[in-house]
């Protein structure tokens, strides 16, 4: 079976790079599935008529009409899911 220092040692690793990928792939703010997406809606001073990738990999709206961090994301066909 091997020694079970390395074995220690090969799961605290493991875990340690699961946790890192958690916290690199968490939304940086609470997701809101049951609000509908307002448009137009303001996020850093710039207005968007559409939902928007900015500082995600995945399409997100807005559901305040200046955002105040509650959001939600969009489907493929840019309504709101």
């Avoid at 699961?18 to 137009?40: G, Q």
Wanted: proline residues 7%; contains cysteine.
């Amino acid at each position: 079976m091997g020694n079970p220092v390395r074995w220690l040692s090969l799961a605290l690793c493991l875990h340690g790079l699961k946790s890192d990928l958690i916290v690199r792939i968490s939304p940086p703010f609470p997701v809101f599935h049951n609000y509908s997406c307002i448009f137009p809606f303001m996020y850093d001073d710039i207005i968007y008529y559409n939902c928007i990738s900015v500082r995600s990999d995945y399409a997100w709206c807005s559901i305040d009409k200046i955002f105040q961090g509650r959001w939600r994301y969009c489907t493929a066909e840019g309504e709101h899911p």
